[in-house]
């Protein structure tokens, strides 16, 4: 009898010694198995889409944050306190893991409001096909203003930024172009900032136009004429002085010199001649 007990003892233990293995077994082959299916998963991710553009600038808060510090603090002091750092997570909560086709005024509004200041009366520079130019003009005279030269512009001006609905939520490699999608962050984005700088104008404002293209200098479809030339307020400005700008070969204006910095050989950059004195 002991004999029998022991051996149906050793059979138990050698059962349950095989479920332990068994279900150890099972356990091993359950994380292999989801391992497996994870990295299944991860590589079947949605991929960034792709467009025609160049991608979000690199370094994008830094630069961002770099150009909202110079300007408050450096550049004009006079706009007062502003919430760089507000501002910048205000931008990026505006675009990132969005599609970028798909961008509304409401994303920017917050960052409108954060950013925004007054202009002084008779200082608004309004451009269509001149920016070079309009720039170079408001650096060497201080009488002027372009949105460039506003706290918004000057952080956005040739930066570029967009969202995708991947990870991480910011596309680096490309962005839509305007013939792409209509409601792209670049687009939605500079509409919004002339809105509001041609909202703020007062007093006398100065546009610049190109009149040596062959579309016209004036056209309905630009950012001046579809957008800044229907807000600026008649109870604000009192005035409207239109630049048509030519070539450099073209009638005599206030920023010729400008323009012969650029093309000193000109001939109508020569405003001396050699003369042969007589005794």
């Given at each position: 009898m002991p004999?029998?007990?022991?051996?149906?003892?050793?059979?138990?233990?050698t059962v349950l010694l095989v479920?332990?293995?068994?279900?150890?077994?099972?356990?091993?082959?359950?994380?292999?198995?989801?391992?497996?299916?994870?990295?299944?998963?991860?590589?079947?991710s949605p991929k960034m889409l792709k467009w025609k553009d160049r991608g979000t600038t690199k370094n994008l808060q830094e630069v961002i944050l770099g150009r909202c510090y110079s300007y408050v603090m450096a550049r004009y002091p006079q706009v007062g306190d502003k919430d760089c750092l507000k501002i910048w997570e205000s931008l990026k909560h505006g675009f990132i893991y969005k599609n970028p086709c798909n961008i509304t005024p409401e994303d920017y509004q917050p960052l409108m409001e954060l950013a925004s200041h007054p202009i002084p009366c008779n200082k608004?520079?309004?451009?269509?096909k001149t920016s070079d130019l309009a720039h170079r003009y408001t650096k060497s005279n201080q009488n002027f203003l372009t949105l460039e030269d506003t706290l918004l512009g000057y952080m956005a001006d040739r930066v570029s930024w967009c969202g995708d609905p991947s990870a991480p939520g910011i596309n680096y490699e490309s962005c839509p172009k305007r013939s792409e999608c209509e409601s792209n962050p670049s687009s939605v984005f500079w509409k919004m900032a002339s809105k509001m700088f041609a909202e703020a104008a007062c007093g006398v404002v100065q546009v610049m136009l190109n009149g040596s293209v062959e579309v016209g200098a004036f056209r309905s479809s630009s950012i001046f004429g579809s957008i800044e030339v229907f807000n600026l307020n008649p109870d604000k400005v009192s005035a409207v002085h239109i630049?048509?700008?030519?070539?450099?070969?073209?009638?005599?204006r206030p920023v010729q010199l400008l323009q012969c910095v650029h093309n000193p050989d000109h001939t109508d950059c020569r405003l001396c001649t050699n003369t042969t004195a007589t005794p």
């Open positions: 004999f029998r007990q022991g051996s149906a003892r050793t059979r138990q233990r479920g332990i293995v068994v279900l150890l077994a099972a356990l091993v082959l359950a994380v292999v198995l989801a391992s497996v299916l994870t990295r299944g998963k991860q590589e079947v608004s520079l309004f451009w269509s630049w048509l700008m030519h070539d450099i070969g073209g009638p005599q």
